[in-house]
DNA sequence: ATATATTTGTTGCGTATGCAACTAATATTT
DNA sequence: AAATATTAGTTGCATACGCAACAAATATAT
């Protein structure tokens, strides 16, 4: 039995990755007063300025709770900004700040630093298949919340 | 823009996937006394009588604090059971109760469920592939912690 | 042999997350 | 128009996890 039989089980699998993902991230973030919790959020604000955090919520498929602290915490650090939709007064519309969109280059650089060790020794092919995988799992996932 | 190209990077899919199947989990086994981040313990433990926690954790790439903890709410809930390793008054040695053997069962089938879900639409070559570049991808993030 | 270092497990504190209950606002029904 | 239902966001409570500090045991160095 070698070293990684253990994880015999798909989710496993995927707790031991997000965690050894979330980790790194969390103490490569500390210092700019945000947790590694954040970084998905950010980077997924980038392309969807103006969305409500009920939408973001949907995308991300997190509970509108989480979505609701971590903008909490990116807006008391100055990253994005929360204001009140005038056409729909129990909504609010989230935007990146400056400070935001230089985080959001910073995040997206380390996001590919991060892959790019999950991935060593991958060829092209191998790193494309599994990114269309993962999405496709992804999806089945996004269909069965429905 | 599909619904999915929120999710560019790999550490973002990862974490999707794996907070889809804890909250899937948590629902499950709630009634058992177990939380759903214990499953992994359960199912590694199956092939692993006998071993130390702090070898569990190496395993299973987790810090010893996480597996005492999951150690300790598996053992009040009768799953496993610790006792002191004679050899080495510092550690213990774990293992599966007859209840916990029972569970394992339960939560494999369980484990196995989920993984037809994500997998929906798969075919064997796919799943066989995913598997295969999850487990390399793995194999990295130890190398990475040595 | 004794002092020092390392290892194992535990505990306190902080973050990330989900669920359920709540409030305010909007939408729907009657 | 008023009553009811739904929706958006927030907050309290619970679980899962990491890190750092700790205690006890063992290993290493001197």
Same mark, same amino acid.
């Given at each position: ?38 970084? &998905?959020?950010?980077? %997924?604000? #980038?392309? *969807?300025?103006?969305?409500? @955090?009920? /939408?973001?919520?949907? +995308? ?12 909490? &915490?990116?807006?008391? %650090?100055? #990253?994005? *900004?929360?204001?009140?939709? @005038?056409? /729909?007064?129990?909504? +609010? ?54």
């Amino acid at each position: 039995m070698n070293q990684d039989d253990h994880l015999h089980s798909l989710g496993a699998m995927v707790a031991c990755l997000h965690q050894h993902n979330l980790r790194y991230l969390s103490r490569e973030l500390e210092k700019y007063g945000i947790g590694g919790g954040q970084f &998905r959020f950010l980077l %997924a604000l #980038y392309h *969807l300025e103006g969305i409500r @955090p009920d /939408d973001l919520s949907r +995308l991300l498929m997190v509970n509108r709770a989480t979505t609701t602290r971590a903008l909490q &915490r990116l807006e008391d %650090a100055g #990253y994005v *900004l929360r204001t009140p939709d @005038p056409l /729909d007064r129990r909504a +609010l519309k989230v935007n990146l700040t400056e400070k935001g969109h230089r985080m959001h280059q910073f995040i997206q650089q380390l996001s590919k630093q991060r892959s790019e060790s999950m991935l060593a020794g991958f060829s092209p092919e191998e790193k494309a298949q599994l990114r269309k995988l993962m999405e496709k799992a992804i999806s089945n996932c996004r269909e069965e919340c429905k």
